[in-house]
């Protein structure tokens, strides 16, 4: 199995510009994550998909993020407009559903707004 | 919320030498799992770990839920285990709540 796949793994953008992150789950995965981590506040989960469906959104830090799953193997990360606070590196992972395992992480996407 | 505390915050050894990690939480949980994020950024999953002991060639894993702490061994360190340690905990497979981690400096 080829693992989280996530694109672009670096992205540089000015600020008010829309970045869109993505991200394709394991196959047969039927739980997907979006983490950001940065050196002031560590990982922070910010939504999670069961089944295509959001379940947990409470970690997006504002409305200029939104988080799409039109299907089973792909994932958007959306920031419109982006500011530098946003810099960040955004991970994706995922597992299956009712397994006890573990989550298995992307190699993130490294994020710089200036 | 449950809180995760990760000791000791950095750790500089030499090769060769054995380390233990120690991840401590506040409240009983059903998932707790070892990652290792290596100096390129990316996060391996090492155990999946409830509780119980677990192995994995120079790694072992040790979580006693009753007293809410959970150990990580690394043995014959090498300068490929340089990296930082997370202990992510929760009482679901989904919601994780992450330790600071545990810096880990090798040296040839």
């Known amino acids: 199995d080829a693992g989280v796949i996530q694109s672009p793994r670096h992205e540089v953008t000015e600020m008010g510009q829309e970045v869109t992150l993505r991200c394709k789950p394991i196959?047969?995965?039927?739980?997907l994550f979006w983490y950001r981590q940065t050196m002031m506040r560590g990982l922070e989960l910010l939504i999670y998909?069961?089944?295509?469906?959001?379940?947990?959104d409470s970690g997006m830090p504002e409305d200029r993020f939104s988080a799409k799953m039109p299907n089973a193997s792909f994932s958007t990360l959306k920031i419109q407009p982006s500011e530098p606070r946003d810099s960040a590196v955004y991970f994706c992972?995922?597992?299956?559903?009712?397994?006890?395992?573990?989550?298995?992480f992307g190699p993130g996407t490294r994020l710089l707004v200036l | 919320g449950i809180q995760v505390e990760q000791s000791p915050p950095d750790l500089i050894l030499q090769e060769g030498a054995n380390s233990t990690l120690r991840c401590n939480f506040s409240?009983?949980?059903?998932?707790l799992q070892w990652f290792h994020q290596n100096p390129w950024g990316q996060l391996i999953n090492l155990f999946y770990?409830?509780?119980?002991?677990k192995q994995n060639g120079r790694l072992s894993a040790t979580t006693v839920a009753t007293e809410r702490y959970s150990l990580l061994y690394i043995s014959s360190s090498q300068t490929t285990d340089s990296g930082v340690y997370f202990c992510?905990?929760?009482?679901?497979?989904?919601?994780?709540?992450w330790g600071a981690g545990t810096k880990l400096i090798i040296k040839p």
């Open positions: 992972a995922s597992n299956r559903q009712g397994a006890g395992e573990t989550q298995y």
């Open positions: 992510a905990v929760g009482d679901s497979n989904y919601q994780l709540i």
């Open positions: 770990i409830p509780s119980g002991t």
């Open positions: 409240d009983s949980v059903n998932n």
């Open positions: 998909f069961n089944n295509n469906v959001p379940i947990d």
């Open positions: 196959s047969g995965h039927d739980y």
